[in-house]
């Protein structure tokens, strides 16, 4: 394996063996050290390796070993020749972040956090195996899986308008629930509307530093103290199951179509067959899931704010700012070899970040970029940004977390759950949390800087840091 330095935050491994294209790496001399330590560059070359790949594999700096495909890795397949890999979207699909701004500020917030705190404890389901508040009957279900974020807020949960800070406007096309197996359906009918465990979390935070001031005020953040809050979850075990079901049917189809891969999990199809165009109606599905289920928490998030706070949503400004999907695959224009292209995007641990003028982003966002949101680990902080015009090397994509440094067995030997939690109480930051085992899990030294993972994003011109922001409160699974 042959990697060249391009510049100080820009690395590639160069194309040889089996591999189609070279692998274009985005990170710090420090970062390239611990991406080193695990399985990262080996799996990209795979990657590089599948049938139909275009130009490069992407990988960001929050990059980390995953199944078949780095977490944190971008790579584009021919529209016609290329394929479709589950295993290089994830099994968490649409596991995403959105963001809503107030017009509170620190002092205002301060005196009523614990109370605030527990009501959004109490009020969104979490924790492993948590149950949503609402049950579905199968044909509601399909309503879900067919048209996303937009049957929560027909029936009551959230405003017309978030639709339009969401990518696809909350809903993707494609979706076909008659994809959907029975067994997933039966996983997803009774979470919808909750939190789950692992790495999500929703977070009370307060604007702790402004970068770009004129950005800021056009997503409705005017000063620092301003008080935001940001949900991270996606679509539970139904999209588990998803991707479960499918990767069985790929290993089918690649004996069926003669496909030759380095890894089994990277199992795959032809985009345009059968079975590659059933995976992806199933997958939009499970993506219009997820849009539906943080759409539910963050009208709970809003309740739990006007009981707090006895003064309704519109009057505090609980506006919606954007919601990001991290592991996702869509069909997207992009230049590849010159000219401009329809290519199948797999984006795995990384989030679209598209450039100011995009014609898919809303007009309130089409002259500073769509809105990035990059969390980061309890304790730490997190970043709010922008795509950008220089962005094109990783198809308009950016990282999309802190990124694992350390397994979740190794976290919980390290530091025990009432240790972590009393840490965080210490730096002044509420916790609650269904369980103590996930706080060891996901406590700050397993993870990366989050700083240094946004800096490396900005040097290498993929997207522009707009604000930073602490936690105040945080809710775990």
Same mark, same amino acid.
């Given at each position: 394996m042959s990697v060249k330095k391009i510049n100080d935050v820009t690395w590639e491994i160069e194309k040889s063996g089996k591999m189609l294209v070279p692998v274009r790496i985005h990170a710090s001399k420090n970062m390239m050290e611990k991406i080193k330590g695990d399985r990262t560059f080996g799996q990209a070359m795979n990657c590089a390796s599948l049938p139909g790949v275009q130009k490069h594999i992407a990988i960001l700096p929050d990059a980390h070993e995953g199944y078949g495909a780095p977490i944190g890795?971008?790579?584009?397949?021919?529209?016609? &020749?290329?394929?479709?890999?589950?295993?290089?979207?994830?099994?968490?699909?649409?596991?995403?972040? @959105? $963001?809503? @701004?107030?017009?509170?500020?620190?002092?205002?917030?301060?005196?009523? =956090?614990?109370? =605030?705190?527990?009501?959004?404890?109490?009020?969104?389901?979490?924790?492993?195996?948590?149950?949503?508040?609402? +049950?579905?009957?199968?044909?509601?279900? !399909?309503?879900?899986?067919?048209?996303?974020?937009?049957?929560?807020?027909?029936?009551?949960?959230?405003?017309?308008?978030? =639709?339009?800070? $969401?990518?696809?406007?909350?809903?993707?096309? =494609?979706?076909?629930?008659?994809?959907?197996?029975?067994?997933? &359906?039966?996983?997803?009918?009774?979470?919808?509307?909750?939190?789950?465990?692992?790495?999500?979390?929703?977070?009370?935070?307060?604007?702790?530093?402004?970068?770009?001031?004129?950005?800021?005020?056009?997503?409705?953040?005017?000063?620092?103290?301003?008080?935001?809050?940001?949900?991270?979850?996606?679509? +539970?075990?139904?999209?588990?199951?998803?991707?479960?079901?499918?990767?069985?049917?790929?290993?089918?189809? $690649? @004996?069926?179509? &003669?496909?030759?891969?380095? !890894? @089994?999990?990277?199992?795959?199809?032809?985009?345009?067959? &059968?079975?590659g165009e059933s995976y992806f109606g199933a997958a939009c599905c499970a993506v219009n899931f997820a849009l539906a289920n943080r759409q539910m928490i963050l009208h709970w998030v809003r309740e739990s704010f006007e009981k707090t706070f006895n003064e309704s949503s519109k009057n505090l400004d609980l506006g919606l700012i954007y919601d990001v999907s991290h592991n996702i695959i869509k069909l997207e224009e992009h230049e590849i070899d010159g000219k401009t292209s329809k290519v199948w995007i797999h984006r795995k641990g990384s989030t679209r970040g598209f450039p100011p003028g995009h014609k898919a982003l809303p007009s309130l966002y089409k002259k500073i970029g769509q809105p990035v949101i990059i969390g980061g680990s309890m304790g730490t902080c997190s970043y709010l940004l922008v795509g950008a015009q220089t962005g094109k090397d990783t198809f308009f994509s950016t990282a999309h977390g802190a990124g694992r440094v350390m397994s979740r067995h190794a976290a919980r030997q390290k530091q025990r759950g009432e240790d972590v939690k009393r840490g965080l109480e210490n730096k002044g930051i509420m916790i609650r949390s269904a369980g103590l085992k996930t706080l060891s899990e996901e406590a700050d030294f397993a993870y990366k800087d989050v700083s240094e993972v946004v800096e490396t994003c900005e040097k290498a011109g993929v997207s522009r840091i707009v604000c930073r922001l602490k936690p105040l409160g945080v809710v775990k699974g």
């Open positions: 890795a971008v790579g584009a397949f021919d529209l016609n &020749k290329g394929i479709i890999s589950p295993g290089f979207c994830g099994y968490d699909i649409s596991c995403g972040v @959105r $963001m809503l @701004r107030t017009n509170l500020y620190e002092k205002d917030i301060k005196p009523k =956090l614990n109370e =605030l705190i527990d009501k959004i404890f109490t009020n969104v389901p979490s924790g492993l195996g948590s149950k949503g508040k609402i +049950r579905l009957n199968q044909s509601q279900l !399909d309503d879900v899986l067919n048209s996303g974020a937009g049957w929560a807020i027909e029936n009551g949960y959230g405003w017309k308008k978030d =639709l339009e800070c $969401m990518e696809d406007r909350g809903r993707m096309d =494609l979706a076909d629930s008659s994809k959907v197996s029975e067994k997933a &359906k039966q996983r997803g009918i009774p979470q919808l509307g909750s939190l789950g465990s692992g790495n999500h979390y929703l977070e009370i935070q307060k604007v702790d530093k402004i970068f770009l001031p004129e950005e800021a005020k056009a997503m409705g953040i005017e000063k620092e103290g301003q008080i935001t809050a940001m949900i991270h979850c996606g679509s +539970r075990g139904l999209g588990h199951q998803v991707a479960t079901d499918y990767i069985r049917v790929m290993e089918g189809a $690649m @004996r069926k179509y &003669k496909i030759e891969i380095p !890894d @089994r999990e990277l199992a795959c199809a032809p985009s345009n067959s &059968k079975e």
